[in-house]
């Protein structure tokens, strides 16, 4: 749902009031995303009616956010594979992308209550992301999010 609502086009509401303001997103920042809702995709059968409308995978273009995307290498429903390639048609029409695969872990890795060192790795990276978008002035200070984590790191 997030990756379609950046960026798929025309799911604008056409009885919104300030037609000015778009749905679509600023950035993107995704966790093992759904990017191809076709035929070889994920849910295409829950989705075959709207495809390839809501399908992020058949909707890329120049105008897309910026994204990034945290992806684990065991994730049952989305192949890495599709992560990669949406990561460099991305890339081909000038879209800002990064990518980060994380070895062995399944989908939903990022969760503090999975792993406190993949969420803390996802979170600092987010950051890094939105400081080089300039949303953020400055980078997270890591010391003093790891003292709130609700588990200890193990290093």
């Not at 997103?25 to 093992?32: D, G, K, Q, S």
């Not at 990017?35 to 709207?50: F, I, L, S, T």
């Not at 390839?52 to 890495?80: C, E, Y």
């Not at 992308?97 to 790795?121: C, L, R, T």
């Amino acid at each position: 749902m997030a990756a379609t609502t950046g960026i798929c086009e025309g799911l604008d509401d056409p009885g919104d009031k300030d037609a000015t303001v778009s749905s679509k997103a600023n950035a993107l920042l995704l966790f093992n995303p759904v990017y191809d809702n076709g035929p070889e995709g994920y849910g295409h059968e829950r989705a075959k009616e709207w495809f390839p409308a809501i399908s992020p995978a058949h909707n890329i273009s120049k105008d897309d956010p910026p994204t990034i995307v945290f992806f684990g290498s065991k994730d049952a429903l989305v192949p890495v594979s599709t992560a990669k390639k949406f990561d460099v048609d991305l890339k081909a029409v000038g879209v800002k992308s990064e990518v980060w695969i994380y070895e062995g872990q399944p989908h939903g890795f990022f969760n503090e209550s999975k792993s406190p060192a993949s969420f803390m790795d996802t979170v600092l990276k987010m950051d890094a992301f939105l400081v080089s978008l300039g949303w953020l002035e400055d980078h997270a200070d890591a010391e003093k999010l790891k003292s709130l984590l609700k588990k200890p790191l193990k290093e």
